[in-house]
């Protein structure tokens, strides 16, 4: 089994035993990503910042593995406070208006960090080449 795999060199990926994002086959799977960036929380207090934030960092994972977020089929959101939905839901809808993922948004009670507000997971799947190409010669 081919696996590639995405590092953010966050302090926590040797520590845990994870990695960002990782790719088998034609399925790429995203660890639950949040708003921190060089052990500091990004977009404190601002949901919308955050998932902007956390999306983007999703995004460039996907790309390091020959995908995008056209490729995603599936987003899990956990938020600390559901009442602030919209602003998740506003950030998620700009980067997935038009690619419409299945997606599932919940309430927990913490992340790592009390200043995190939210935590995103997406899973996507990329098409084999050969499946590309027989669509090109359409």
Not at 26 to 39: L, P
Not at 47 to 61: D, G, K, M, S, V
Not at 128 to 135: F, L, T
Request: aromatic residues 6%; hydrophobic residues 45%.
């Amino acid at each position: 089994m081919n696996r590639q795999q995405v590092f953010t060199g966050s302090p926590w990926e040797p520590l845990v035993g994870y990695c960002r994002a990782i790719r088998v086959g034609n399925r790429i799977e995203v660890a639950g990503t949040t708003a921190m960036q060089d052990g500091v929380v990004v977009g404190a207090g601002d949901p919308y910042a955050q998932t902007r934030f956390i999306l983007q960092t999703i995004e460039n994972a996907l790309k390091e593995l020959g995908a995008d977020m056209s490729h995603v089929v599936r987003t899990r959101m956990f938020v600390t406070d559901i009442s602030r939905w919209e602003e998740v839901g506003k950030a998620h809808g700009e980067f997935f208006g038009q690619i419409q993922p299945v997606a599932t948004m919940v309430e927990v009670s913490a992340l790592i960090d009390p200043l995190l507000m939210v935590e995103i997971e997406a899973e996507a799947i990329v098409e084999a080449q050969a499946e590309v190409d027989a669509e090109i010669r359409k």
